[in-house]
């Protein structure tokens, strides 16, 4: 196994909890993040799903470790959650592409004459 992942998800909320209270407004803000994205039409399932591929994408373990215990507890099945992890990888890759073109060209137009 990579990490206690329980055990990371605990103390990753413990870790919030400390820093709302010695810096509440800070925690109020990224909350009302939370809040917004909730009173769209996503239900929490499906943002939970998008989250935990956002996770991946900018690699960030506690991010991982929170939203998958969200996303489980939300309901999701382990198919919705491969599905959602292939689509950033998919995402990733096609990232990867395009930068892999503007990297060709910046070779091309940067050859010895």
């Known amino acids: 196994m990579f990490k206690d992942w329980k055990e990371h998800t605990r103390h990753v909320k413990k870790s919030f909890g400390s820093l709302g209270k010695k810096h509440p407004k800070m925690l109020q ?7 917004a994205a909730a009173a769209e ?4 399932k499906t943002r939970e799903l998008i989250s935990l591929a956002v996770a991946i994408t900018t690699r960030c373990e506690s991010c991982i470790s929170v939203h998958a215990e969200a996303a489980m507890q939300a309901g999701a099945t382990e198919s919705e959650v491969a ?10 890759a ?8 503007r990297a060709l060209e910046a070779c091309e137009v940067q050859k010895p004459a």
């Open 83 to 92: 599905g959602a992890l292939a689509t950033a990888i998919s995402l990733n």
């Open 41 to 44: 039409s996503l239900d929490l």
């Open 29 to 35: 803000a990224y909350q009302a993040l939370g809040d």
């Open 94 to 101: 096609g990232a990867a592409y395009t930068f892999a073109l």
